[in-house]
């Protein structure tokens, strides 16, 4: 077993946090009340939204699921430079959710190697933009075209993109979740209240099966569309469905609805996961033991049906 970690006070990493992150107590920001009495919506960028730490989000909470040791590391770890495929997932965000944005923020260069005089003045004119080549471009435009003129199923001539834009993009919600205390936060890509709210991703194959084995599951979608749909019907005090908005990032840049809510097996199991989180971090908090894995020791035996390899008729 591996030992656990005691933590009874803050740490440095926690106290410097405290003293130099922004946090949305201290930003002059819109705050809208919700339904439920401790929940709330707040227009604060998408960098406060990350570093505050009244609430807990989506993403930290996921790494209880991997150990409560690798969650409290995370939630002291700085924050890690944007890869080149995160940056064309922001700046698609950015294109589809917050096209007023868009131009401000990105940036092409088309002068071959990131080196030399001429690529430091460049980068110097543009510090703090995401700086694309002229293909990487191509495709968030290509990707923000296909999003955007995605005709909604059994709707004909309703586009996506008209859809989205009478929603609320990055909408920002914190409430306390009732039965541990703890208080949570999302920020809703796009919240089209009472109908829907919409989660933007970037994938290498939109369609279901695909879309399920190479990412849903893996990286814990279904915890976050629970986690969502809890945090959308504190604040809006209605039960909307989740829906996946996946758009390949390989041409044509293909795009399908994936839409979840109660009921649905992915749903419930990722409200068990959810549930499972915030009882986990709500025990660790009151005790100030932050466990790592207990069993170190495996077999590798059984695999899932879809990898079981499967050999082809031998050739005549």
């Known amino acids: 077993m591996t030992a ?17 992150q922004p946090s949305i107590t201290d930003f002059p920001a819109l ?23 009244t609430g807990v989000s989506c993403s930290q909470l996921k790494n209880l699921l991997q150990s409560p040791a690798h969650f409290h590391a995370a939630m002291n770890a700085l924050r890690k430079a944007s890869t080149g495929s995160q940056n064309i997932g922001t700046a698609l965000h950015t294109a589809v959710l917050e096209p007023h944005l868009f131009d401000s923020s990105t940036a092409v260069w088309d002068g071959g190697t990131r080196s030399g005089a001429k690529w430091k003045e460049f980068a110097s004119q543009h510090h703090g933009k995401i700086i694309f080549t002229p293909a990487e471009m191509k495709t968030v ?29 990055e909408k920002t919600i914190y409430w306390r979740d009732q039965e541990t205390g703890i208080m949570c936060k999302i920020r ?7 109908l829907i709210s919409f989660d933007l991703k970037t994938v290498g194959d939109a369609r279901l099966d695909g879309f399920l084995k190479t990412q849903a ?4 979608y279904d915890f976050q569309a629970a986690m969502y749909f809890c945090g959308v019907k504190a604040f809006t005090g ?20 994936q839409e979840t809510g109660p009921g649905s097996q992915f749903f419930e199991n990722g409200m068990r996961k959810f549930r499972y989180a915030l ?21 590798l035996d059984e695999i899932p049906k879809y990898a079981v390899f499967q050999a082809p008729d031998a050739l005549d």
């Open 4 to 20: 656990a970690i005691e933590m009874p006070a803050p740490s440095l990493g926690e106290q410097l946090a405290a003293l130099y």
């Open 238 to 257: 209605h039960d909307l469905p989740f829906c996946f908005i996946p758009v390949e990032t390989d041409e044509p840049h293909g795009v399908q609805l």
């Open 188 to 194: 809703v890509d796009c919240l089209v209240n009472p």
């Open 31 to 53: 705050k809208v009340n919700g339904v439920d009495s401790e929940s709330y919506s707040i227009e604060v960028p998408n960098a406060v939204y990350h570093s505050d730490r």
């Open 141 to 169: 435009r290509g990707m923000c075209d296909a999003v955007n003129n995605y005709v909604i199923p059994n709707h004909p001539g309703v586009l996506l993109g008209e859809l989205i834009a009478k929603g609320e993009s």
């Open 279 to 299: 009882r986990t971090l709500k025990k660790c908090r009151e005790t100030g033991v932050w466990p790592g894995y207990q069993n170190t020791y495996n077999r």
């Open 217 to 220: 599951l893996k990286l814990d």
